[in-house]
């Protein structure tokens, strides 16, 4: 195994007595699975169907997957730009929901000619990250309620950390132009977009390769592409218990009630 080489260091054998199982623990433990063997669209389906009930959404096809390929006709439309070939900054997957989905299956069926890597970054180390600049002010920022608006005119008031009871935190994120920001958190924005990128490790996925990562503790990215890439997708609900986001190096504020911030940048 190469050291940093994300895609061995989190390896599971799906195929294997009791994988399911051994998933869910990963899951739990690290929020990332790496697979193979998932070169067909009824591979995938049946994996999915034992981890997760998968949620249909605007661009997934009948069967609840998402094929993943640039499309031409959706190129520079605010929120389609997972459908074309640029680079994607680190984001959670439907962070303009109020409830994202929890897993997010990501498999290659045809790498792209040159480029379309996969950058994955711990929201864990991310965290930690902001934790240690200006005694964790940009940490605790980013966890007040309501400093953030992700997605459209239907989008979701939110906040890109959300600290909960069992102190366990959740991350969810976007930084396009369907993201708007409270004044307070504005300042701490690119060292939040700097965190996200320094722990950025890459995956490139060959045919039947594929992550499975908890989307409220991964962010992913992807880098600008030629060719006719395509990957599919599944999102949905676990199977199994799976608490939320990751444990923060230092203990996370508990959740409070603070007043809404009504304004966004
Ligand atoms: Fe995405």
């Not at 990332?32 to 949620?55: E, G, H, K, Q």
């Not at 962070?95 to 929890?102: Q, T, V």
């Not at 950058?119 to 864990?124: A, F, I």
């Not at 990250?129 to 980013?142: C, F, I, S, T």
Request: charge should be positive; proline fraction near 9%.
């Amino acid at each position: 195994m190469r050291p940093g080489d994300l895609f061995a260091a989190h390896f599971l054998d799906h195929t294997a007595p009791g994988a399911p199982a051994q998933i869910a623990e990963q899951l739990r433990k690290a929020g990332l699975v790496t697979l193979d063997r998932l070169a067909t669209r009824t591979a995938v389906l049946a994996l999915s169907s034992r981890i997760m009930t998968m949620s249909a959404h605007r661009d997934s096809d009948s069967d609840g997957l998402t094929t993943i390929r640039c499309i031409p006709r959706h190129a520079d439309r605010p929120g389609y730009a997972g459908l074309g070939n640029g680079d994607l900054a680190p984001h959670t997957e439907r962070s303009g929901l109020p409830h994202p989905p929890r897993l997010m299956l990501l498999v290659c069926s045809q790498p792209a000619t040159s480029g379309g890597e996969c950058l994955l970054s711990d929201g864990l180390h991310v965290h930690a990250d902001l934790l240690e600049h200006q005694a964790g002010e940009p940490a605790d920022v980013l966890a007040r309620p309501r400093t953030a608006y992700f997605g459209a005119g239907d989008g979701h008031p939110t906040q890109v950390f959300t600290p909960h009871f069992d102190g366990r935190v959740s991350i969810r994120l976007r930084l396009d132009s369907l993201a708007r920001w409270s004044p307070l958190v504005l300042p701490h924005l690119s060292q939040l977009q700097a965190a996200a990128r320094r722990h950025q490790q890459p995956i490139r996925l060959l045919p039947g390769q594929a992550y499975l990562l908890d989307n409220e503790r991964w962010l992913h990215a992807r880098t600008g592409f030629v060719g006719d890439r395509v990957h599919l997708r599944g999102l949905g609900e676990p199977r199994f218990v799976l608490p939320h986001g990751f444990m923060p190096a230092s203990p996370a504020p508990r959740p409070t009630t603070r007043p809404e911030v009504l304004s966004w940048a």
